[in-house]
Structures are given as C-alpha cells and as structure tokens.
C-alpha cells in the first residue's frame, strides 16, 4: 500500500484511490495512524487547557462546560471512527445482502439526525426519485450516517442530497453537494481576475479527514463507486449503485424538499459502538435493525456459531446479540472460547416469545434477555443499559 500519492484537487476518485486511507485487507498506513492521533489529540489538548484553568481558578462558565463537552466528544468520535476503519481495513465484513430503499434510508437518517443538524444550523435540501438497491442495510445506513458527519463538518452552506437514476446503465445515483467556502466569500472569488483564484490547499486537505476515510472504506466495501470533485469552493460527492432493483425509470417519483433544523445534544449516546447479531431468520434480524436503527451502532449479522467465531476472532465487538432459539450447547463454548479472546462482551439474548427484559444484574443471569415480542420497546434500553455497565 502506497501512501504517498497526492490526489489533485479537482479529481478526487476515491473508489480508484484508497491509497489515502488504506485498502481493506492491507495494514493501515502512517497518514492514517497520523490524521487519528491528530483527531484524537487536538481537541483532548484543549480539553487539557480548560481542565488546567478549572483547577487553578476553581471556576467553569456554562460556556466553558459545553466546550469541554464538545471536545470529549470530538476526540470519543475520532477514537470510534479510529477503530470503525481499522474493522473494515482488515476486512472479514459478513453483509447480508437484500433489497433496500434507498430513498427511505436516506430520509430515516436525516430524521435521526434532525438534532446535528439543528446544532451546525445548516440547511438541507432534498431532491429524491424512488430508489431500491440490493446492498447490506446495516453497511448502507452506517455509510449514510457517515456521509452526513462529513458534509456537516466541512459545510459552509446549505447541503444538498439528490437521489437519482442513470439511464444506462439502470444504476440509482446519490449525489451530496455543500459548499465548504461561506457563500460571500465563494463570490468574491468569483470577483477575482482569471488566473488570480487561489487554491484554498489548507481547506481541502481537510476535506480528507478521518470521517472521509471511513467513507471510502465503506464504499469499498459495499463495491460502491464513490467520486468526489472538488473546486475552489465547491465539494460534490457521487456514488453510484450498481445493483440496483428498480428495472426502469417509470412510476419513478421526485420529491423536493427544503429544511433547516434548530438544537440538540448528543442523540446517539452509543453511536459507533459495534453489536454482533447471531440470527439464523430474517425476519428477527429485521427486528433488531430496525429497533436500533436510531442509535449509530455499527451491525453485523451471522447466522451461524462458526461464523460468529471467526468474526470475533477478528476483533470483539462490544456486544453479541444472538437468537436463542437457533442454538444449543454450541453457544456455552462459543461464550467459553470469546472470553478467551479478550475483555467479554456485552451479552443479550432474544427468548423466543413474550415481552420480557432482563437485565443481566439481576437473578444471577450473566446476560440480558429481551423477549421477541419486546425487541422493538426493550432491546434499545438493554444495549443502553449492558454497555453502560462496562462489559
């Protein structure tokens, strides 16, 4: 893996180009290990400076607090999106491939998010046609979320999502666009004489930062042709869809909407955190995703207890959801064998009828137990609680 290409501004094809952020499969590079103790570092030192004027004064405004709230948080989301990349680097992704909204998808995330984007201020703009692809749901839905983190990062303007079909091939096409330039100045470069533009280096090179090389490896994954262009004040992110369902461009309809969101605070407590499922039916793994659909976790499903060993013994998640009825004794070994591996995970089992939450603290149980019938109302508050506990 070669590190040490520099993309040209204008031409930034990342699905040709993972050099940047490494290829799955390959050791992540040095400019990656780089740009993640910068993320990390950068906001810890300033949360260091404030904490050192809280002990020499004795005093914090609420200003003050929110900031060093902010910076935890900036350097807890640079250590997740850290170990997100390394996952997906190393490769070994189980997908579960089937046919998804896209258009649906993309809308459920921005309802998730109504409160981010409250607190950037920046306005949204949709232009959606109806879409259907076969890809992961849970891949699909992180790769949405992180495109999100990204534009709201860099823009400086309103972002505009825009989803629709090439003609041929038949493909479904999503398109981001944001200015990472405010509006005013962006015209007064427009102003300048021709050949007197300044390329604004320092500001693209931001472009590619940790969030942006998730993306890449994501798309990667997925095999999701991801391009980016970007101009003096101007980024446009497009990703085509290869496997597409819809067979034709009839009965397609385009909805355009205008939104701004006004604040919030941190909505996904647990987003980043990794979950395993072990779910042999469809239909309960449905159950599941959509339950935690608006935390941010990142999910993978298997569907058996040999699968669910190879993938631990790839790196532990920090829980293991798994259906309890779909297996036996194998499980007891299973469990035996991952507490060997590392520190155990988090454990919670969906028992095949009724509305019943355990927690695992109570009755002896050293895990959590949710019943189907509950898996929409409890599950959330169970991973909420198990995590929290420090498994």
């Given at each position: 893996?070669?590190?040490?290409?520099?993309?040209?501004?204008?031409?930034?094809?990342?699905?040709?180009?993972?050099?940047?952020?490494?290829?799955?499969?390959?050791?992540?590079?040095?400019?990656?290990?780089?740009?993640?103790?910068?993320?990390?570092?950068?906001?810890?030192?300033?949360?260091?400076?404030?904490?050192?004027?809280?002990?020499?004064?004795?005093?914090?405004?609420?200003?003050?607090?929110?900031?060093?709230?902010?910076?935890?948080?900036?350097?807890?989301?640079?250590?997740?999106?850290?170990?997100?990349?390394?996952?997906?680097?190393?490769?070994?992704?189980?997908?579960?491939?089937?046919?998804?909204?896209?258009?649906?998808?993309?809308?459920?995330?921005?309802?998730?998010?109504?409160?981010?984007?409250?607190?950037?201020?920046?306005?949204?703009?949709?232009?959606?046609?109806?879409?259907?692809i076969i890809v992961d749901a849970s891949l699909l839905s992180a790769f949405m979320h992180a495109v999100l983190d990204w534009s709201l990062r860099h823009a400086r303007t309103p972002v505009e999502f825009r989803l629709d079909m090439k003609t041929w091939p038949v493909h479904a096409r999503f398109v981001c666009r944001f200015g990472h330039l405010p509006a005013d100045q962006a015209a007064a470069l427009g102003d300048l004489p021709t050949g007197q533009t300044a390329?604004?280096?320092?500001?693209?090179?931001?472009?590619?930062?940790?969030?942006?090389?998730?993306?890449?490896?994501?798309?990667?994954?997925?095999?999701?042709?991801?391009?980016?262009?970007?101009?003096?004040?101007?980024?446009?992110?497009?990703?085509?869809?290869?496997?597409?369902?819809?067979?034709?461009?009839?009965?397609?309809?385009?909805?355009?909407?205008?939104?701004?969101?006004?604040?919030?605070?941190?909505?996904?407590?647990?987003?980043g955190s990794h979950v395993l499922v072990i779910a042999t039916r469809r239909d309960v793994r449905n159950q599941i995703r959509h339950a935690v659909a608006h935390m941010g976790l990142m999910l993978d499903f298997v569907t058996s207890i040999?699968?669910?060993?190879?993938?631990?013994?790839?790196?532990?998640?920090?829980?293991?959801?798994?259906?309890?009825?779909?297996?036996?004794?194998?499980?007891?070994?299973?469990?035996?064998?991952?507490?060997?591996?590392?520190?155990?995970?988090?454990?919670?089992?969906?028992?095949?009828?009724?509305?019943?939450?355990?927690?695992?603290?109570?009755?002896?149980?050293?895990?959590?137990?949710?019943?189907?019938?509950?898996?929409?109302?409890?599950?959330?508050?169970?991973?909420?609680?198990?995590?929290?506990?420090?498994?």
């Amino acid at each position: 893996m070669d590190l040490s290409e520099i993309r040209p501004v204008g031409s930034h094809v990342a699905a040709n180009s993972s050099a940047a952020c490494g290829s799955p499969g390959a050791d992540l590079g040095w400019q990656v290990a780089s740009q993640i103790g910068v993320e990390v570092a950068s906001p810890l030192t300033m949360a260091l400076e404030r904490v050192r004027a809280l002990q020499s004064t004795g005093q914090i405004d609420r200003l003050g607090l929110q900031a060093l709230h902010d910076e935890l948080q900036q350097a807890r989301r640079a250590s997740i999106v850290g170990q997100q990349i390394t996952r997906l680097a190393h490769g070994g992704i189980q997908q579960q491939h089937e046919t998804v909204s896209l258009t649906q998808v993309l809308r459920d995330v921005l309802s998730q998010r109504a409160e981010d984007l409250a607190a950037r201020g920046i306005g949204v703009k949709q232009v959606l046609r109806s879409a259907e692809i076969i890809v992961d749901a849970s891949l699909l839905s992180a790769f949405m979320h992180a495109v999100l983190d990204w534009s709201l990062r860099h823009a400086r303007t309103p972002v505009e999502f825009r989803l629709d079909m090439k003609t041929w091939p038949v493909h479904a096409r999503f398109v981001c666009r944001f200015g990472h330039l405010p509006a005013d100045q962006a015209a007064a470069l427009g102003d300048l004489p021709t050949g007197q533009t300044a390329t604004p280096h320092a500001r693209i090179e931001a472009l590619d930062c940790l969030t942006w090389c998730l993306l890449e490896h994501l798309a990667t994954t997925m095999q999701l042709p991801l391009e980016r262009v970007d101009t003096a004040a101007e980024t446009t992110l497009t990703v085509e869809f290869p496997h597409t369902a819809n067979d034709s461009l009839e009965g397609a309809s385009a909805i355009e909407i205008d939104s701004a969101f006004a604040l919030s605070g941190d909505s996904r407590p647990l987003s980043g955190s990794h979950v395993l499922v072990i779910a042999t039916r469809r239909d309960v793994r449905n159950q599941i995703r959509h339950a935690v659909a608006h935390m941010g976790l990142m999910l993978d499903f298997v569907t058996s207890i040999e699968a669910a060993l190879e993938f631990c013994q790839q790196g532990l998640p920090h829980a293991i959801i798994y259906e309890a009825a779909a297996y036996d004794r194998s499980l007891e070994r299973f469990r035996d064998d991952v507490s060997q591996l590392g520190d155990p995970p988090a454990w919670i089992e969906i028992t095949e009828q009724g509305e019943a939450f355990e927690v695992s603290s109570f009755g002896g149980t050293s895990m959590a137990r949710v019943g189907r019938d509950a898996i929409l109302s409890s599950l959330p508050s169970a991973l909420m609680f198990e995590l929290a506990r420090g498994h």
